[in-house]
């Protein structure tokens, strides 16, 4: 099953803003965009943003998602200590008929 | 409060058969679109299996179809995941999630349970 293409790792310094992008194709990100997921180690994911940048209760206004074309972006602004973790994009796949993850992005905050 | 459990991990030798179980509470349950996705040790998320709200569509991943089943329960607010021919390559954290209608928004998981293949 073919997925969702993230950088590795993205590394930014503490009260600065990293963005962490999730490349799709018209099946997937350009057709109904993707959902944003943090997860800290040992525990389980975090919805942080679905569909058109909506927020659940409770998530920082500090995490923004857009999506421009095939590639859905996750922005971090004043990035804490606590946002240190791994990021997930996910979305519907048309042709494979299921839903796909991004590879992950460990965010580092320096 | 809403809450997921999974239960039925453990470890299992390769060929055989294991059902795990997750215990929703406090979230209309009947009502929701449920999926099982897994975590390998050290790996990313890989979605495996999807039900809607009444268990008349199921939707599977390449990777566990024809080997894995999952299945609902309404009355007893639970989420089954019947896997089988299990493979060393299926070890890993195994979690179910609720989706909240939009495609990829995963809003509610369980804590997971541990699945581990020996050969």
């Known amino acids: 099953q073919a997925g969702l293409t993230q950088p590795p790792s993205v590394s930014k310094d503490l009260r600065q803003t990293a963005t962490v992008t999730c490349t799709g194709d018209n099946n997937n990100v350009g057709n109904q965009g993707a959902a944003w997921l943090q997860q800290h180690r040992g525990h389980p994911p975090k919805l942080l943003s679905h569909?058109?940048?909506n927020r659940p209760s409770g998530i920082s206004e500090r995490f923004s998602a857009s999506r421009s074309g095939n590639t859905a972006s996750l922005t971090i602004n004043e990035l804490q200590p606590e946002d240190e973790a791994d990021y997930y994009c996910s979305a519907w796949d048309s042709s494979l008929n299921g839903w796909v993850f991004g590879g992950g992005t460990m965010v580092t905050v320096l | 409060q809403v809450q997921l459990v999974e239960s039925g991990g453990g470890v299992v030798r390769s060929g055989r058969s294991l059902r795990l179980s997750c215990a929703a509470s406090?979230?209309?349950?009947?009502?929701?679109?449920m999926h099982w996705v897994r975590q390998a040790p050290g790996k990313g998320l890989e979605w495996l299996a999807f039900?809607?709200?009444?268990?008349?569509?199921?939707m599977y991943a390449d990777s566990v179809e024809g080997r894995f089943t999952i299945s609902r329960d309404n009355s007893n607010n639970t989420l089954y995941l019947q896997m089988s021919t299990l493979r060393v390559d299926d070890t890993a954290l195994y979690y179910c999630?609720?989706?909240?209608?939009?495609?990829?928004?995963?809003?509610?998981w369980g804590q997971g349970t541990m699945v581990t293949v020996s050969s």
């Open positions: 999630a609720r989706e909240n209608g939009d495609p990829g928004a995963f809003d509610v």
């Open positions: 569909r058109n940048n």
């Open positions: 406090g979230l209309a349950f009947s009502t929701k679109i």
């Open positions: 039900i809607s709200h009444d268990g008349s569509t199921k």
